[in-house]
């Protein structure tokens, strides 16, 4: 279980910009570096650079508008996070999500209010 073929890694500070890029539902680097900006201060500059390396991981695309470019997700958040999700399983845990999951509830990472969800979704599922 590991990334999709030609779906190249996010670094952690990919996998920012990405998060702002879902959240806006597309935007120019400007948008992007705004956003950025209201945690902690980073240069324009590496923002679009950063936004240029990830449209050439394929996990950007960007049409002209007016004087900016716009960049959208190429694919959905969901299916992204899915997929590293799968990756770190297979790394860590040998492809068995249980140990992570007992991790979870040992280390109470998971609220009353999340285990009751995925009951939930295991009783859905059944």
Same mark, same amino acid.
């Given at each position: 279980?590991?990334?999709? *073929? %030609?779906?190249?890694? /996010?670094?952690?500070?990919?996998?920012? $910009?990405?998060?702002?890029?879902?959240? /806006?539902?597309? %935007?120019?680097?400007?948008?992007?570096?705004?956003?950025?900006?209201?945690? +902690?201060?980073?240069?324009?500059?590496?923002?679009?650079?950063?936004?240029? $390396?990830?449209? =050439?991981?394929?996990?950007? !695309? +960007?049409?002209?508008?007016? +004087?900016?470019?716009?960049? *959208?997700?190429? +694919?959905?958040?969901?299916?992204?996070?899915?997929?590293?999700?799968? =990756?770190?399983? %297979?790394?860590?845990?040998?492809?068995?999500?249980?140990? /992570?999951?007992?991790?979870?509830?040992?280390?109470?990472?998971?609220?009353?209010?999340?285990?009751?969800? $995925?009951?939930?979704?295991?009783?859905? !599922?059944?």
């Amino acid at each position: 279980l590991s990334m999709k *073929e %030609g779906e190249a890694k /996010l670094t952690d500070a990919e996998l920012e $910009i990405m998060q702002v890029v879902w959240d /806006l539902g597309g %935007g120019t680097v400007r948008q992007v570096h705004e956003r950025l900006n209201q945690n +902690r201060p980073l240069a324009y500059t590496t923002v679009m650079t950063m936004m240029g $390396i990830l449209e =050439d991981k394929g996990h950007l !695309t +960007r049409t002209k508008q007016g +004087r900016a470019y716009h960049y *959208e997700p190429v +694919r959905p958040k969901s299916q992204v996070i899915s997929n590293m999700v799968d =990756d770190f399983v %297979g790394k860590v845990f040998a492809g068995s999500a249980r140990p /992570l999951v007992l991790s979870l509830v040992k280390d109470r990472k998971l609220s009353k209010k999340d285990l009751e969800e $995925i009951a939930r979704l295991i009783r859905e !599922t059944e």
